[in-house]
């Protein structure tokens, strides 16, 4: 088992599953068109017990959706060496019977991915759209083996899903470079009854960037990230991250990262999020047969706050190539110094229980 197969061999969120699964419904005179998908169910449990205020969650066990998706991927060839694609994709409940019942929620309730691009052998690729956080895919990714949570490292959304451009280099020699901008715009806006001045603050671009470097058992990657405010837990300072991974065997890999952001004295970060920090984390993936094991741990030392020690671990099984059943924990240890004059002796609400999730998911 190389390492591609190991990595597809955690049946967690790298979408791989989705990747093999997908059916083919047009192929001809250079077009493609594929459609993919999985549906996925489960129950999930635990978490915080209270929210940055002191004010109790309910965090019993319910049945939910884990993620579920519908998508559609499409392909021409252009040339020899230039092909233009394209790729389609919703989020949509399966718990749920969308409007029944006084739900005012829509069935498919997220376009997860829509963009556009071109690839070449020779010069790279170029997409613009709605894709996942480019950091993601080419620094973090080693880190990002879970279904739901767990990973402590910027995610898919960071700085990315929507009004996005990107470009990443084909293969040199095993390094792979990449750049992307986020727009963000008040286009729009509108201003008060009788002020004169244009609305909205003008527009801004997030950008982000790197180098992995992917050779036999190897893999790095180096990039920032310009975490501006507007995006998700931004504080306007710059997230940098060094994050790599190697296989010891074919059924053993061993991931090492680091990330670090400056504080900002004039952020305030929302009840669950961090301001600077600097975040070490360390993890594993075993598989044998059709099991696969996961466990991380991170240590985020907090610039104005307590130190949190966070911690995952998976378990996984296929029941076939389609069909998979899996067991997830985690505890992000959610301890906000900042909070605890709003919850006074009762410090025990600023911890979290254990959170946990099972399910099973169907891959088409």
Sequence with gaps: MKKTLLATAIVGALGASA?????????????KLDIYGRIALGIAGGGPEFNGSGNRINNDADFVDVY??????????????????????????????????GNSFSAFSETRQAYLGLQSDQFGTFQAGNFDSFYNQFVSLPFYVYIDRGLEFAGHPTQSRGDS?????????GFTVFLQGKHYSDRGAVAAPGV???????????????????????????????????????????????????????????RLGYETRDENADYTPPANGD??????????????????????????????????HAWAAGSYYKVS????????????????????????????????????????????
Excluded: C
């Excluded at 699964?21 to 250079?30: I, K, N, P, S, W």
């Excluded at 240590?299 to 706050?305: A, G, H, K, L, P």
């Excluded at 709003?342 to 169907?362: F, M």
């Design 275 to 308: 301001n600077g920090f600097d975040k070490v984390g360390l993890g594993g993936t075993f598989t044998t047969g059709p099991w696969a094991f996961t466990a991380d741990y991170y240590n985020v030392d907090r610039d104005s706050e307590d130190t949190r």
């Design 321 to 364: 190539s389609n069909f998979d059943v899996f067991v997830e924990v985690a505890d992000g240890d959610s301890s906000f110094s900042r909070d605890e004059s709003s919850v006074g002796d009762n410090l025990d609400a600023l911890k979290e229980d254990v959170y946990w999730l099972t399910g099973a998911r169907y891959h088409f």
């Design 196 to 254: 004169s001045e244009e609305p909205g603050e003008g527009t801004e671009v997030a950008a982000q960037g790197g180098v992995r470097y992917a050779q036999g058992p190897v893999t790095i990657g180096l990039g920032f990230v310009d975490d501006i405010v507007e995006g998700d837990g931004g504080n306007d300072e710059v997230r940098y991250g060094l994050i790599g991974s190697y296989d010891f065997t074919d059924q053993f890999s061993m």
């Design 165 to 173: 451009v990107g470009y990443y280099t084909p293969d040199l020699g």
């Design 19 to 31: 990747a093999a699964q997908a059916a083919t419904v047009y192929d001809q005179d250079g077009t």
């Design 68 to 101: 579920s998706r519908l998508g559609l991927r499409m392909s021409h060839d252009v040339s020899r060496d230039l092909t233009a694609f394209g790729r389609l994709e919703w989020r949509f409940r399966a718990d749920e019977s969308g409007n029944r019942n």
